[in-house]
Nanobody, 119 residues
Framework: QVQLVESGGGLVQPGGSLRLSCAAS????????MGWYRQAPGKERELVAA???????NYADSVKGRFTISRDNAKKVVFLQMNSLKPEDTAVYYC?????????????WGQGTQVTVSS
């Protein structure tokens, strides 16, 4: 059974930092692309950052230069380091995994962790 468990969310002041973690189980971690989406109230879920099984990364324009995604394949964890946080970063952040083979794409989601940026 696939499980993705996020942690590290919370309340932080503008300009502050948080580090989100997503621990995976039930998958061959190194064979999966990993990433983070977020969803703010009244808005659609949007991709924040992604990292492929090979380590390539991409980011939403709104977080480039402030957020960094990384992965530890040995520990089966993906991280999202968030610096210079802004009120507009407030959202529920969801970890996901995606694996594509010749015939199908498998996607799983975590339960989400709340990030609130406010003074």
């Amino acid at each position: 059974q696939v499980q993705l468990v996020e942690s590290g969310g919370g309340l932080v002041q503008p300009g502050g930092s948080l580090r989100l973690s997503c621990a995976a189980s039930g998958i061959i971690f190194g064979s999966n692309d990993m990433g983070w989406y977020r969803q703010a109230p009244g808005k659609e879920r949007e991709l924040v950052a992604a990292i492929t099984s090979g380590g390539s990364t991409n980011y939403a324009d709104s977080v480039k230069g402030r957020f960094t995604i990384s992965r530890d394949n040995a520990k089966k964890v993906v991280f999202l380091q968030m610096n210079s946080l802004k009120p507009e970063d407030t959202a529920v952040y969801y970890c996901y995994r995606r694996r594509t083979d010749l015939t199908r794409t498998l996607t799983s989601w975590g339960q989400g962790t709340q990030v609130t940026v406010s003074s």
